[in-house]
């Protein structure tokens, strides 16, 4: 967070960024999460001024890790909005960025399901991107509770999935491996992070590995014990990935 209020105290922020290349992404995330109105709206001013490419990706999903529910909605309602910060061709990273952080899969969950004709009409002709979202989408499903509600509007609205119908497939299968996945286990891992937080070195990754089958290095207890810091119904949202 200092490294971020350095940057934005600097004169002139869109040319002279004190903050290391390879920990931009980091940083800019964490502002944005840790920060507030101010920091989120200083980001949109860099996006619109940047002219990179990779800065641009950067910060839209920098922008997505704020957890002010309102400025998501906002980010989201940009998405399908003319003369907004944000470019029609971002339009569906948006959406995806949003839809992948802890509290932002709430915020475009609900945003799918009600304004959905926007999006639809927004990536008219871009069934390429719309399935993009589709995907991104369920692939944060962890419950069959999620599942059965998608696949219930799905049914009830056919004329949105046309052209998507690959990529709902696919889509749908994905997220049975998840579901599947959490309920295989979550027991198993919520009583070895529990672990953790009594005796961090008490955790043996390599056994954990070894016998359950779950990819978790030395280096990763950390990371599984910053998770587990702000446990809640976020945190069952993000365990199921395989650490590396």
């Known amino acids: 967070m200092e490294l971020f209020q350095m940057w934005m105290n600097t004169s002139n922020p869109d040319e002279n960024n004190p903050i290391p290349l390879d920990l931009r992404r980091t940083v800019w995330c964490a502002g944005a999460a840790r920060g507030g109105e101010r920091e989120w709206r200083f980001l949109t001013l860099r996006l619109q001024a940047a002219r990179v490419a990779a800065a641009r990706d950067a910060m839209l999903a920098a922008m997505a890790c704020t957890r002010q529910v309102w400025l998501l909605n906002q980010f989201l309602e940009w998405a399908v909005s003319e003369n907004s910060p944000v470019r029609k061709q971002d339009a569906a990273a948006v959406v995806g960025n949003v839809a992948r952080t802890p509290v932002g899969y709430y915020v475009a969950r609900e945003f799918f399901y009600n304004r959905i004709d926007d999006l639809f009409k927004t990536f008219n002709g871009q069934s390429r991107r719309f399935g993009y ?43 049975k491996v998840n579901i599947d996945w959490v309920d295989q286990n979550k027991d198993l891992v919520v009583r070895e992070m529990r672990k953790a937080v009594i005796n961090f070195e008490q955790v043996d990754p390599l056994s954990l590995q070894a016998n359950n089958g779950l990819k978790i290095t030395r280096h990763s207890k950390l990371i599984l014990l910053v998770y587990l810091s702000t446990f809640d119904v976020c945190f069952i949202r993000n365990y199921r990935i395989k650490l590396l």
């Open 133 to 175: 979202i589709i995907k991104t989408l369920l692939d944060q499903f962890t419950t069959q509770r999620e599942l059965d509600e998608f696949l219930i509007f799905h049914d009830k609205n056919p004329k949105y999935f046309e052209e998507t119908k690959l990529a709902v497939v696919q889509a749908i299968e994905k997220a």
